[in-house]
């Protein structure tokens, strides 16, 4: 029999309390702080080691977070320095003469946002569409709402609840879980295949329908050939396809995963950013900045992700101890091995909590805030019922993304509506039905995969 102590019950009501300020829509890092004091407190009964602890959970989580920054703020970095040389113009121009129709627009601009989310992240890879492919887009028959909403669910959905190629998501959901991100990957594919085709084409028909009843927007507002392009413009643009192409063939052939991964996808980013520096005026000091640029959006992304994640670490056993100390428990996982003892647990209920965790963690509008959470209950459920961990995993952290990642939560949609101006309260309307029954879809593979 797990023996529950004083300090579970302190962590139990400590995520209680932080749900709540989720569902009141509430920022959650003050009341992750208050609960990573509160256990520290009521572990060591030390107030000075508990202001301690305070500091080792942040700097833990920020360590086991790291390389995610890292590659992160790279691939920003580099796609402001492409962007500036208009090599963006060049890469989507090819595109530009099979925009003419709606639903030709709808899978031409989902699957390019799609491809370049995967590689340069959702964020930069709406500035680069909408900044380019707005004007021909509107012009084909799409209006801004349809627009915006195709690029949340392509890219913000789709892509970012994969991201097989940066590995940003999974990467922190297997840290927590304790298994190579690769595994993690392999695992969650069927998960992430069923939820994003059944969202995709659910919303292809909302959307369709949404546009026969209205008039064509003859907006063409296009921006292309307004910015500068370099000749060498050209050359570093078909570098940049090949780089990353060749990456994906390497990543492939030789079984690159994980780290090496993420190294390899980096270092292109960083000679794509020299290559797209070199060719501009003072491109030692456009290095520095482009550089400091993509840091600075790095971090205030992360920033309050390792201040939540700080918290959630301590519900695993292995980075509880290097937080407080050896005496330290697995208290989300002791949780739930004493819930088991106490409350039937199958396949069913398990898969529908990492479901409901997901739907939970999502309305703080980050999708990695409940990356840890979910990666810990997986490990505590799977060694319980004896089932496929990164498989439980996947559907909690495919559910997080979908819900918080920018897709059906109001203030998690701003990337867009900063580049296209729509209510986000309209977004999240047009997005909701189609991932619910996506998110369904997904809850239902699991179970029968489990």
Not at 66 to 94: C, E, F, N, Y
Request: hydrophobic share 50%; net charge positive.
């Amino acid at each position: 029999m797990v023996g529950i102590t004083g300090t579970h019950i302190v962590y139990l009501i400590s995520i209680f309390v932080i749900f709540i300020f989720m569902l009141l829509r509430k920022d959650i890092i003050f009341p992750c702080i208050l609960g990573i004091l509160a256990v520290a407190m009521s572990q060591t009964k030390n107030i000075l080691k508990s202001i301690e602890i305070l500091y080792t959970a942040i700097f833990v989580s920020g360590k086991e977070l790291w390389q995610v920054i890292l590659i992160i703020s790279l691939i920003i970095a580099m796609s402001r320095a492409l962007d500036d040389i208009g090599a963006d113009v060049v890469i989507t121009k090819p595109f530009l003469h099979f925009l003419n129709t709606p639903s030709k627009s709808f899978w031409i601009i989902g699957l390019l946002m799609m491809l370049l989310s995967f590689f340069l992240w959702p964020s930069p890879a709406v500035g680069l569409i909408g900044a380019v492919l707005i004007g021909p887009v509107l012009k084909s028959g799409f209006d801004e709402l349809s627009f915006a909403s195709l690029v949340t669910i392509f890219g913000f959905g789709a892509a970012l609840s994969g991201d097989f190629f940066i590995q940003g998501v999974p990467s922190v959901t297997a840290k927590t879980l304790g298994i190579p991100t690769s595994k993690l990957i392999l695992s969650s594919l069927p998960v992430w295949g069923v939820t994003s085709l059944a969202t995709i084409i659910i919303f292809y028909f909302v959307t369709m329908k949404e546009l026969k009843s209205k008039k064509n927007n003859d907006k063409t507002d296009n921006n292309v050939g307004k910015k500068k392009i370099y000749k060498e413009s050209y050359i570093i643009s078909i570098v940049s396809v090949i780089f990353f192409a060749v990456d994906t063939f390497l990543m492939y052939v030789l079984k690159i995963r994980g780290n090496a991964a993420t190294a390899l996808i980096g270092g292109s980013a960083i000679i794509i950013l020299l290559a797209s520096s070199i060719v501009q005026k003072d491109f030692l000091n456009k290095t520095g900045e482009y550089l400091k640029s993509g840091f600075l959006s790095g971090i205030r992304t992360f920033a309050p992700i390792i201040l939540i994640s700080a918290f959630f670490f301590l519900g695993e056993l292995t980075t509880a101890k290097q937080v407080i100390g050896p005496n330290a428990k697995g208290y989300l996982m002791d949780l739930g091995l004493y819930l088991s003892k106490h409350i039937p647990l199958n396949k069913y209920t398990v898969a529908l909590m990492q479901l409901l965790v997901g739907i939970l963690t999502g309305l703080s509008g980050s999708g990695f805030s409940g990356l840890p959470l979910v990666g810990a209950l997986s490990k505590t459920f799977a060694h319980t019922l004896n089932i496929n961990s990164s498989l439980l995993a996947s559907l909690g952290e495919i559910t997080c993304i979908w819900v918080g990642g920018g897709t059906i939560i109001p203030w998690s949609v701003v990337p867009v509506t900063a580049i296209i101006k729509v209510d986000p309260d309209s977004i999240v309307r047009r997005n909701l039905l189609p991932v619910i029954i996506g998110l369904i879809c997904g809850y239902i593979v699991t179970v029968l995969l489990l």
